[in-house]
Nanobody, 126 residues
Framework: QVELVESGGGSVQAGGSLTLSCAASGYMPTGNWMAWFRRSSNSEREGVAAIYTGPSRATRYAASVSGRFTISFDDTNMTTYMRIDNVEPEDTARYYC??????????????????WGQGTQVTVSS
């Protein structure tokens, strides 16, 4: 069993930056994926960034956030981070962390992941 706990959300002004954290506890097999998803009031949960936790640290980003979102993983504390630069009002959403791909669909597919956190809210004011 893996528990994921997100933190770092809050209110931020457009143009600013913030970093979300997701701490994993429990047994996490090496060489798998962790990802961030978001759901706003008018959209489905969408994958925005994913990272492979093995040595390559390969990443995937949704086209809509590429260049502003940066995902990273620290295996010393089993925590994944996502930095958001130049935040936009459209980034307002609840952000969820996911871990361990068990189904096909790719690293940004919400149906692929086994474990989910409770989410952290990000609200961007213009």
């Amino acid at each position: 069993q893996v528990e994921l706990v997100e933190s770092g959300g809050g209110s931020v002004q457009a143009g600013g930056s913030l970093t979300l954290s997701c701490a994993a506890s429990g047994y996490m097999p090496t060489g798998n994926w962790m990802a961030w998803f978001r759901r706003s009031s008018n959209s489905e949960r969408e994958g925005v960034a994913a990272i492979y936790t093995g040595p390559s640290r390969a990443t995937r980003y949704a086209a809509s956030v590429s260049g502003r979102f940066t995902i990273s993983f620290d295996d010393t504390n089993m925590t994944t981070y996502m930095r958001i630069d130049n935040v936009e009002p459209e980034d307002t959403a609840r952000y969820y962390c996911a871990a361990l791909i068990v189904k096909s669909g790719g690293p940004l597919s919400r149906s692929a992941y086994k474990y989910w956190g409770q989410g952290t809210q990000v609200t961007v004011s213009s």
